[in-house]
């Protein structure tokens, strides 16, 4: 399908390349030394090198870094453990899934389960001699965690908000298409984890990823307007679904979205993906496909930081880029079509669609499926997925919507929810919780400089008290916060966006808009505790003096433009 072309063919002189591309290319087919590192019991860890190829494999080494000073003191090595994602596209989840979901988060991992912004689930702290149990249990309902990380496709997004039209189930077909078409071709996670013998017969040539995979991670999203839930724009490929009198005709394609950055390093930036134009939905497959070798032949291999689509494309030129994706599809992109977004945040509470379903849609603060004195989570959704009438869909915006449920059993499951206390949950969060999102950060992620899950709450109550002091309670304003500037909870497209600096401080981003399709600009920097709740403050009280009729506060700030003392834009 494409030609091979010398990664850094644009880049003058030849730059030598980063040390995760020999390693990907001396993998033996992403193996390693992944089962000689399983079976060293002298240590919690695996061999470096494995650590970079295990991502393929959907899990990441990661150690305890609040016990970090506890363990050096005792002369102990780190606590490793390994965090596993699922590679669920479009966050579907069937309910004896999550009964064994539920099972195995029991016994092999923290107990918590992670929804991420990426519809999907992480469980962490699962030690090395509990990897292979683990996907042997999810191999058997037919769960895998492959290319979850690493430089491959990751989890294909879709908007969540489930059937609400014939078109949907359309749509997620799509999601599942793309995941499974961009799906390396190697059997090693089969080998490794799930001990499948070895077969010489077995061809394993992989006309797409090759020996070398891709530059970095590439991501592909779904959106349906006029939800965007999915953020469709942060992604590597956007694909906005075109819908005309009820049919869906095709796909408008964005390209070269990403969101992470690098403090002090200005050549690293968050950026949307920029509309390549409008495509049938039969070609749908064939351009994203080639959108990857494209990038797997001109991405940047020697500077991983500046190795996303979105550096590449800026490199070649959105032209050059274009004609080439034309060029290798023989397709000619046609004028976008009208697509309007208007809204990302998900439709909490209950809701029938076009099939007579219900629907229903739970605030989860940051995606944290646990239970505690007010609300039991995962005791609900355990039982609901014993009951085997309703099934569950992980949204965007780290909730969960449990679905598929008939008129007979509304009843039964809202009883479920109620005495778990996860209606009152949704019903009592205030408009600014129920949009916000963190991630992960402390204490399992090693890249976090700041808190974000396990700060935002607080936060939040804090910002809700400075929102009731100037009556805009019933305002939503996106609020999102990331431990570093990798931009995970996707702060740079929030109204309001927090970004860890240092222990304790955030850098503030202002201005995105509601519907996703504008990023915000930095405000002001390192900011405490106390310096947010003034910024707050005296925010709000500009925001109500003189907002337009209707105005989100986003909109608000980028026409009132605060960007002027220390102020940067991005
Ligand atoms: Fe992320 C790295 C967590 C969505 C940009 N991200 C990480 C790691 C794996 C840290 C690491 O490299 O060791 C974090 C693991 C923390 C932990 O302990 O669990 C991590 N990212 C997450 C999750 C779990 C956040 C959450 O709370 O939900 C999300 C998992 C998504 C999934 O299911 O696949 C998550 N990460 C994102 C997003 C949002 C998105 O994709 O919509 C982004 C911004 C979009 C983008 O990719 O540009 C994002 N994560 C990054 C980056 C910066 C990439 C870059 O281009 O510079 C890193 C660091 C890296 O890759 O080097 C990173
Ligand atoms: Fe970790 Fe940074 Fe991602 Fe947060 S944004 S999960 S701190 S990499």
């Keep these: 399908m494409a030609n091979n072309q010398d990664s850094n063919k644009n880049q003058g002189k030849p730059a030598a390349e980063s040390p995760v591309e020999r390693i990907k290319k001396a993998s033996k087919g992403l193996r390693g030394t992944l089962k000689e590192s399983l079976g060293d019991e002298h240590t919690g860890a695996i061999r470096e090198d494995d650590q970079s190829l295990v991502k393929f494999h959907g899990m990441y080494m990661q150690d305890d870094r609040d016990r970090r000073e506890e363990r050096a003191t005792k002369k102990l090595e780190r606590l490793y453990s390994f965090m596993i994602r699922l590679r669920l596209p479009g966050g579907y989840l069937a309910p004896e899934q999550w009964e064994a979901l539920h099972e195995i988060t029991q016994e092999h991992s923290t107990g918590v389960i992670k929804i991420t912004t990426r519809q999907t689930v992480q469980l962490h702290g699962i030690l090395k001699g509990h990897i292979k149990p683990t996907i042997s249990a999810f191999n058997l309902m037919k769960l895998d965690s492959i290319a979850a990380c690493g430089d491959v496709n990751r989890n294909v997004l879709a908007t969540a908000h489930p059937k ?11 999601a599942d298409k793309i995941s499974t078409l961009l799906l ?14 070895k077969l010489a017969e077995v061809n394993e040539e992989d006309p797409m990823y090759e020996n070398r995979y891709l530059p970095r991670k590439f991501k592909v999203a779904i959106a349906i307007p006029p939800y ?49 134009g409008y495509v049938a939905k039969e ?13 797997r032949d001109y991405g940047n291999r020697s500077d991983r930081k500046l190795s996303r689509l979105k550096y590449t494309i800026k490199r070649m030129g959105i032209d050059t880029f274009k004609a080439e994706v034309e060029k290798r599809t023989g397709l000619v992109f046609a004028k976008p079509k009208t697509a309007v977004l208007t809204q990302r945040s998900d439709d909490y509470g209950w809701l029938k669609n076009h099939e007579g379903k219900w629907y229903y849609t739970a605030f989860v603060e940051n995606g944290r499926v646990l239970d505690n004195e007010t609300v039991q989570f995962k005791t609900a959704f355990l039982e609901i997925a014993k009951t085997k009438k309703a099934d569950f869909i992980f949204t965007a915006n780290q909730n969960i919507i449990i679905g598929n449920i008939a008129n007979k ?12 206390g996860v209606l009152q949950n949704t019903d009592k969060a205030s408009n600014v919780r129920k949009q916000a999102m963190a991630c992960v950060a402390f204490n399992t992620c090693p890249l976090a400089l ?3 899950q396990r700060y935002l709450p607080s936060l939040i109550t804090k910002i809700d008290e400075l929102m009731a002091k100037h009556n805009v309670s019933d305002e939503s304003i996106i609020i999102r916060m990331t431990g570093c500037p990798n931009g995970c909870a996707r702060p740079y497209i929030a109204e309001v966006g927090f970004v860890g600096t240092a222990y304790g401080r955030y850098n503030m981003h202002l201005g ?13 920097e390192n900011l405490n505790e106390e310096e ?11 925001f109500v003096a003189n907002r337009k009729k209707k105005e989100a506060f986003g909109d608000f700030v980028m026409r009132e433009a605060m960007f002027s003392d220390s102020g940067v834009a991005i």
Aim: proline share 2%; glycine share 10%.
């Design 512 to 524: 995105a808009n509601v519907a996703g399709t504008r990023l915000n600009k930095l405000y002001r």
């Design 228 to 276: 965007n839930d999915v953020d469709v724009f942060t992604n590597d490929v956007g694909l906005i679904a075109i819908i005309e009198n009820n049919v869906l005709t095709g796909f408008n394609i964005a390209a070269g979205g990403g969101l992470g950055a690098t403090h002090g390093n200005a050549e690293t930036y968050p950026k949307l993906g920029i509309v390549l």
């Design 409 to 420: 059993d509304k009843k039964a499951i809202d009883e479920i929810l109620t005495r778990c």
């Design 164 to 174: 609400t039209s014939p078109i949907h189930e359309e749509v997620y077909g799509y």
């Design 450 to 452: 700041a808190e974000a």
């Design 184 to 197: 390396p071709k190697t059997r090693a996670y089969y080998e490794v984890w799930l001990d499948e013998e």
């Design 532 to 542: 947010i709740l003034t910024e707050m403050d005296g925010l709000l009280g500009q």
């Design 283 to 295: 070609d749908a497959l064939k351009v994203v496909y080639e959108i990857a070798t494209v990038q």
